[in-house]
Nanobody
Framework: VQLVESGGGLVQAGDSLRLSCAASARTFSINTMGWFRQAPGKEREFVATITWNGGSTYYADSVKGRFTISGDNAKNMVYLQMNNLKPEDTAVYYC????????????????????WGQGTQVTVSS
């Protein structure tokens, strides 16, 4: 599975951005897609995730109500609509895909995902 993110940029606080992630190669094996972010000097943190068959979504508390994750299975795309951006949202945003199937796992842990994109920078100025 290959993942390519796009849509990052420099915006002002309160603005919106939409990130896109295109998946290719063996996409039939994907069961969950997620967005994570990593700010300088910090660990990679969970942002949002969506299950590929049922479309169930989960969000970090810090973005709930502002960010929306969505997916288009037919196009093998996942999106992250980010509204009311804040300076603390500044980070490199990564798209991730999980193909591993297990009964119990945590969508919030980066180690649970099998494939990653190269990341796209989002910078929010105050």
């Amino acid at each position: 599975v290959q993942l390519v993110e796009s849509g990052g940029g420099l915006v002002q606080a309160g603005d919106s951005l939409r990130l896109s992630c295109a998946a290719s190669a063996r996409t039939f094996s994907i069961n969950t897609m997620g967005w994570f972010r990593q700010a300088p000097g910090k660990e990679r943190e969970f942002v949002a995730t969506i299950t590929w068959n049922g479309g169930s979504t989960y969000y970090a508390d810090s973005v709930k109500g502002r960010f929306t994750i969505s997916g288009d299975n037919a196009k093998n795309m996942v999106y992250l609509q980010m509204n009311n951006l804040k300076p603390e949202d500044t980070a490199v945003y990564y798209c991730a895909a999980r193909v591993t199937r297990s009964i119990s796992w945590s969508a919030y842990r980066p180690s649970e995902y099998d494939y990653w994109g190269q990341g796209t920078q989002v910078t929010v100025s105050s």
